[in-house]
């Protein structure tokens, strides 16, 4: 650079156009050559070529090494371009592209005198106006890459769309067996019956003889379980279940079918725990057949019906866990008129409250029992006493003793009681039953004329054996006793002076008013 002026070429696009020159013609994609004047054809002379000028032909003046060469005239230091429109430039400063030109086609890459790499470029050839990177001149344009990236986003979505689908379709397969109605395999119908011996076949011939008693009076509620005796409309019970009742409540009582109707009450033994209530107007009685309890043993099946805590229809199984079994319940009123003696059937068929009263039945659905008493764990023995659960100790009445207190009941309103004419000593400790000195009211412990003053029974003797069955108490020798008839006869083993004595006599009876 010499004084600030410039001394080489400069590239096109840094370069403003100069004022315009004369008009002359367009300058030609290459340099113009003279053209000398044809010569005369001779017939039958080849042609002559024309002769080429020797030397490149001068400019007319001398170059401006400070002007720009117009557009189309060769310059002094470079080839002349393709032609170009002149490029406007906009007032903020950014060249609008020129309208697009058929390109001329370049001559080979290193050609001698082609043109320059620089005047291959032309920024503003692309569509939008960015630019493209450099290529050699000369080599094809670029083909473009086939769109996989698009074409792989779209088979992606459509993988994951199925996917979803699909995993839509088989949770709903999986819930809901397919896409179809789902039918489960499943027996036929088949007979009702059963085998008589079975439990289902023995609830189903005892059911229909088998009541829920309700009871309401003197401000007192309850519920128990009864059984049909006769067509007549007799129905067994226990006493504890109807005792509620007084001489004015109600009591009602509804069939396994679901009839209801009023009863009244018959006859009561506190004793025994039995009553019988009736009900009239009613038809289509099944009264159910009673059994023989002396001819059950330990161990056989038995079934209870009842309504335990009200639930009527109720139907438990189980065996005969032990016989004469005694135990004594009741007792609340304190005096002990209401204490029951019983020598029971002990079952573990389960027995609850509600159970009361209904019948113990055997293998041919035969009333053997009448339940009456349970053990709890949480209230010791008790005739429903307490809301105690079943533990599997269920007492039951002996059918036998209760047919016969049940005939008194309808016969005569009251029940006899087997005695033998002795007051014993309750607060003995001793094993077996002693007979006390004096009665309660000051009365000789052994009644004059009665069945154990005739078999020669004294006041301080001890009962041990009744028929050969060892008892151990005052309550067992009631109980004992009691499980038979008036004018039984009893042999008694007793102990007097440590001698053992037996004695033999017949029962008295009394009644329990």
Known sequence: MNDGKPTGPKPKWWSRPARPAPASPPAPDHQPVPVAEPAPVVPGAEPVQAAQPATRPQPLHEPDEYRTPPYGEPGPWAPAPPVQRPVATPPHGTPVPPAPQAPAVPPAYGTPGAPSQWLQYDPWSSPGGRPQPLTHAGEPPARKAPRRGLAFTGALLLALVSGVLGGGVGAYIERHGGLTTVELPQAGPEGSDRAPDSVAGIAASALPSVVTIHVSGGGEQSTGTGFVLDERGHILTNHHVVDPAGTSGDITVTFSGGETAPAKLIGKDSGYDLAVVQVTGVSNLKPLPLGNSDNVRVGDPVVAIGAPFDLQNTVTSGIISAKERPITAGGEKG?????SYVDALQTDAPINPGNSGGPLVDSKARAIGINSAIRAADNGAGLDGGQGGSIGLGFAIPINQGKRVAEELINTGKATHPVIGVSLDMKFGGDGARVGEKAQDGSPSVVPGGPA???????????????GQRVHSGEELIVKIRAHRPGDR??????????????????????DD
């Open 335 to 339: 005096d002990g008129s209401d204490v």
């Open 453 to 467: 003053a005739q078999a020669g029974v004294r006041p301080g003797d001890v009962i041990t054996k009744v028929d």
């Open 490 to 511: 009893l042999r008694l083993t007793l102990e007097r002076g440590g001698k053992e004595q037996t004695k033999t006599l017949t029962l008295g009876s009394s009644s």
